[in-house]
């Protein structure tokens, strides 16, 4: 029986499944409220709070 195939598209999950950030500078690693939000004319933008590095935010997270 070969019923199992590997077909399974992504569901789009009602849970909202928080993103996870790395901090390319100190490998810190947590969730997205857990860095320091910034925001500017440009959009918001995510900092390390224990090195200070921006992170690079991606647009539309939750989109
Ligand atoms: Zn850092």
Redesign the pocket.
């Known amino acids: 029986m070969n019923a199992l195939t590997q077909r399974s598209p992504p569901e789009r999950r009602t849970s909202h499944r928080k993103s996870v950030l790395f901090?390319s500078?100190?490998d810190?690693t947590a969730a997205v409220d857990e860095w320091v939000l910034t925001t500017t004319d440009d959009g918001e933008t995510l900092a390390?709070p224990?090195?200070g590095?921006t992170l690079t935010a991606r647009a539309n997270l939750s989109d």
């Open positions: 901090c500078q100190c810190r390390c224990d090195c590095a």
